[in-house]
T-cell receptor, first 113, second 118 residues
């Protein structure tokens, strides 16, 4: 069975500083990986996804993530955060051949002015 | 293009009452998901449907919860009787699966139904 671990529940970072949100997954088969963002009082929306090909994936709002198969990780990065990036970020995994997505517990990113 | 529409957005109800949450998926999507989000447990998949048929309801917490999808454009999640521990945000989401082993397109979420049971 697939599982997702987000190692940090909260990450405070100063505005314009870089940030990395960590995600590790566990699966016995190949997977697809996603990052979703949830702004306060809203639903989740897709930031980026890895399906195949290049392991470096670029998403919206300047975010990117790198798939590392050997370390079973899919960390999310942004070189310079903005106040508007304050939100909760969810890593998710989907096993090949299935439609059931498993989400991590979420990481709250707080950008400090 | 309308997204996933959920109603009500907010509901406060007394313990023991029946609660019905409603969802209209994006037109043309063939998968529909119900998730529950709490501080303690994060985002949990309760049940999902494919072409209106329930595929996996292993996440439904107990018999007090039931979900239906009578047609491609409507689904309900019902809690009867409701309890304070059911207080959470309930999200409906939908997606369109491509053929073969390729994964579905993005899962699109509604804005959630915020349920408080007192």
């Amino acid at each position: 069975a697939q599982s997702v671990t987000q190692l940090d529940s909260q990450v405070p970072v100063f505005e314009e500083a870089p940030v990395e949100l960590r995600c590790n997954y566990s699966s016995s088969v190949s997977v697809y990986l996603f990052w979703y963002v949830q702004y306060p009082n809203q639903g989740l929306q897709l930031l980026l996804k890895y399906l195949s090909g290049s392991t470096l994936v670029k998403g919206i709002n300047g975010f990117e993530a790198e798939f590392n198969k050997s370390q079973t990780s899919f960390h999310l990065r942004k070189p310079s955060v903005h106040i508007s990036d304050t939100a909760e970020y969810f890593c998710a995994v989907l096993e090949w051949g299935y439609q059931k997505v498993t989400f991590g517990i979420g990481t709250k990113l707080q950008v400090i002015p | 293009d309308a997204g996933v529409i959920q109603s009500p957005r907010h509901e406060v109800t007394e313990m023991g009452q029946e609660v019905t949450l409603r969802c209209k998926p994006i037109s043309g999507h063939d998968y529909l998901f119900w998730y529950r989000q709490t501080m303690m447990r994060g985002l949990e998949l309760l049940i999902y449907f494919n072409n209106n048929v329930p595929i996996d309801d292993s996440g439904m917490p107990e018999d007090r919860f039931s979900a239906k999808m009578p047609n491609a454009s409507f689904s309900t999640l019902k809690i009867q009787p409701s309890e304070p521990r059911d207080s959470a945000v309930y999200f409906c989401a939908s997606s369109l699966r491509q053929g073969g082993l390729r994964p579905g397109n993005t899962i699109y979420f509604g804005e959630g139904s915020w349920l408080t049971v007192v």
